[in-house]
């Protein structure tokens, strides 16, 4: 197998330079494990909160954005409420799915990485999530069409669900922030 050209030190840097740029200091972080103990989905992590904060720090890209936790994380916040270091841990977790995406590493959590891509289409396209647009591009994509069925009617009966979108003043300006994101976000 060939070696990379970009040495670990290296990888590291740029790591922690875009960590850096969004406001994560992942070196701040002293393993008190708030974060993990807190998080109400870790038991599906493969890696915990704490350790994807300390593999950052040792810019262990590679390890990180082939793991799990990167797509399952909800973005809650609840891990960066209890931080005593006021580390943004999902701001750390958006990083790396990004970092994943423009590097072309097959998500771990296929089907979660389908909906994320799907979800930020919606947010392209109308400014804000269409819910039905969003749900019927993922269920094409991911060739589940009729599961949570049951739900969805549930959810249209009760009026959760609007069959039109409501678009948003402003749409231009969220054009502008996918600008070179790629083909990936085009509907």
Known sequence: MEASPISPAHS??????????????VHACYQCGRCSAGCPITEFFDITTMEVVRLA??????QLLSSSAIWLCAACETCASRCPNDIDIAVLMDVLR???????????????????RCFLQSIKHWGRAYEVGLIAGYKVRSGDLLGDMKLGMKMFARGR??????PIAGKAEIKKMFAGQGKEYER
């Open 12 to 25: 590291n840097e740029k790591l922690l330079a875009k960590l850096a740029d969004r406001g994560v200091d």
């Open 57 to 62: 720090a040792y810019g262990a890209e590679e």
């Open 98 to 116: 990004e970092l994943a995406r423009r590097k072309g590493v097959v998500p771990a959590e296929k089907r979660v990485a389908l909906f994320h």
């Open 161 to 166: 669900l609007k069959l039109t979108p409501h």
